[in-house]
């Protein structure tokens, strides 16, 4: 059944006044009639709603169902920005992977110049991503974009685990702490990726100052965008499938 993330102002007691974008969708992808079923999701809550009528966009609530297809953890990427769509590329996959929150970091060697007020722009871009993604993957929670961050707000996002991912660990063999921190016990965890040039040795000892352990992801050099998918494969694979 095809799934919907509902804003608030559109639920009325027990009916939805569906928005423009899903009403279109549900119109003209879906071709839906009056009578078919479809999920809405909001806060938190999974529910089944019936049509009512197509051509002005009604719902009306029949049951709520009780689902889970989150991790057990709660997971923060910390994603240094990287070229135009690949940061695209990774909101969709990560919220495939399901991270909680995506917090962009302007690091020294990030090539694409931008400041918080011209990357705040493109949020509504960004949150179609994010909502699509999450429906797609049957998500309970579209995950949070927050505005664009420097190393130094980085403490503020920190959780019970936090890795640098640092491609000179793995150059160096040091490749036992990402291993070591998924065997251990935690609730949540935040995890920082590079810009394709890296992190400057400085950017890695300021986060170690932090309390951030870095850590190496394989022998091989991942692209930046490849290396917070191979981390968030690794939780889910790690939580998940046993
Ligand atoms: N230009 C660098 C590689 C940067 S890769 C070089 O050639 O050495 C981009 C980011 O991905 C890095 O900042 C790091 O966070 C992550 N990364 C990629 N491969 C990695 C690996 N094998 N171990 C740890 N981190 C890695």
């Not at 020294?108 to 999450?134: G, N």
């Amino acid at each position: 059944m095809q799934r919907y993330f509902i804003d608030k102002e559109c639920i009325d007691h027990d009916c939805i006044y569906i928005d423009a974008y899903n009403h279109k969708h549900m119109q003209r992808v879906m071709r839906y009639h009056d009578g078919d079923d479809v999920i809405c999701l909001y806060d938190g809550h999974t529910y089944i709603y019936q049509i009512i009528d197509i051509d002005k966009g009604i719902l009306k609530k029949k049951e709520e169902i009780y689902e889970n297809h989150e991790l057990d953890v709660d997971i923060t990427l910390i994603y240094s920005l990287p070229k135009n769509d690949k940061f695209e590329f990774v909101l969709q996959k990560s919220t495939e992977l399901g991270v909680n929150r995506i917090v962009p970091l302007l690091s020294k060697r990030s090539i694409i110049k931008t400041d918080a007020k011209t990357f705040s722009k493109k949020y509504e871009r960004y949150h179609k991503i994010l909502k699509e993604a999450s429906e797609q993957s049957y998500r309970n929670h579209i995950p949070e974009l927050s505005s664009l961050i420097y190393l130094d707000e980085i403490p503020q996002y920190l959780s019970d685990i936090n890795l640098v991912a640092y491609e000179e660990d793995a150059k160096q063999g040091k490749h036992h702490s990402f291993y070591e921190a998924i065997h251990s016990h935690y609730h949540s965890m935040t995890i920082i990726v590079g810009p394709e040039g890296g992190f400057e040795q400085a950017e890695i000892d300021k986060m170690k100052d932090m309390g951030i352990i870095s850590c190496s992801l394989g022998k091989r050099i991942l692209r930046s965008e490849t290396a917070p998918l191979y981390m968030l494969s690794v939780v889910g694979y790690s939580r998940e499938l046993k």
